[in-house]
């Protein structure tokens, strides 16, 4: 496999990771609210969210802050080497 082909792999990935996030979760950050025990959560925009919603966003997080990186370096070696 080429360079540039798993660069433009791992590129696309990371794009399709973070419209993953924007349809899943269109009011993030989603934060503990409302409760001093912490078993409410809330978005953005006040909506109301699971303890599921809640854990699934702290992991696509993670995975975001983790993969772009790897995404950004491809861009630039998809630029630089067509």
């Not at 990771?17 to 978005?43: E, M, N, R, W, Y």
């Not at 925009?45 to 975001?64: C, M, R, T, V």
Request: hydrophobic fraction near 45%; charge should be positive; aromatic fraction near 18%.
């Amino acid at each position: 496999m080429k360079k540039t082909t798993l660069a433009k792999f791992v590129l696309s990935g990371c794009i399709m990771l973070l419209v993953i996030g924007i349809l899943f979760f269109s009011d993030a950050p989603i934060k503990p609210c409302g409760s001093l025990d912490g078993t409410q959560f809330c978005g953005r925009y006040g909506a109301p969210h699971s303890l599921d919603d809640y854990e699934n966003f702290k992991i696509w997080q993670k995975l975001l802050f983790i993969a772009w990186p790897f995404g950004i370096f491809s861009a630039f070696y998809i630029k630089k080497n067509g």
